[in-house]
């Protein structure tokens, strides 16, 4: 069983429209991380949360994207107004601590279709 | 520009046969992850680390923190082995930089 549970395993929008994509613990971590792998691509650094605040984005992470920790569990990323090039796997990781030392847990990802 | 380079990109052996897959990274880092992607997507971790050698099972990762390089070797590779593996290194704040991985093909 994964140590991160990520939700839906497979999305289908429309453009246009908003979608969440959800990434739950199963312990009670601080260190969160997306990522996102456009079909045939490496895998893209999006932006890291600790202590429910961003600490850091990459360029990719623009003001269509924002992420979110509502209950103190789930760990969210929102992506506003979909666009097509938005279609990619989304992986939620956790880290044992605040470093790149720290060893990562990621989740199985959810695939995003975006017609 | 590319802070992480992979080789090869693909790779196709015989089962048995004992692979490398490189890695050179240019962005300042203590610390390399190599990670093994499975044909379904799912990511895991398979090593961490900062400096020498580790070893896990018929897998071994070394790297040379002076010359930028990390290796990832598989001892008498199976077909389970079959996945893209993939070198992330840390870069300056808690960023991570990815290669484009290497795809492995271990035939029976």
């Known amino acids: 069983e994964p140590e991160v549970t990520q939700t839906p395993s497979h999305q289908v929008t429309q453009m246009g429209q908003e979608v969440i994509l959800r990434c739950v613990p199963i312990s009670n971590h601080l260190y969160f991380y997306w990522y996102r792998q456009i079909l045939g691509q490496k895998v893209e650094f999006l932006v890291s949360f600790y202590n429910n605040e961003i600490s850091e984005k990459s360029e990719i992470f623009d003001d269509q994207f924002s992420v979110e920790r509502p209950d103190g569990s789930n760990f969210t990323l929102k992506i506003r107004s979909t666009k097509l090039e938005d279609s990619a796997m989304y992986f939620c990781?956790?880290?044992?601590?605040?470093?790149?030392?720290?060893?990562?847990?990621f989740g199985n990802g959810t695939r995003l279709t975006v017609t | 520009k590319n802070e992480v380079e992979q080789s090869p990109q693909n790779l196709t052996a015989q089962e048995g046969e004992f692979i490398t897959i490189n890695c050179s990274y240019s962005v300042g880092i203590s610390a390399l992850h190599w990670l093994q992607q499975h044909p379904g997507g799912g990511i895991v971790s398979l090593f961490m680390?900062?400096?020498g050698k580790k070893k896990h099972g018929r897998l071994i990762a070394t790297i040379n923190i002076q010359e930028k390089h990390s290796s990832l070797h598989i001892t008498a590779s199976h077909p389970r082995d079959s996945a893209v593996y993939i070198c992330?290194?840390?870069?300056?704040?808690?960023?991570?930089?990815f290669g484009t991985g290497t795809s492995l093909t271990v035939i029976p």
């Open positions: 992330a290194v840390g870069g300056t704040g808690n960023q991570f930089y």
């Open positions: 990781a956790r880290g044992d601590s605040y470093s790149y030392n720290s060893p990562l847990h």
């Open positions: 680390l900062s400096s």
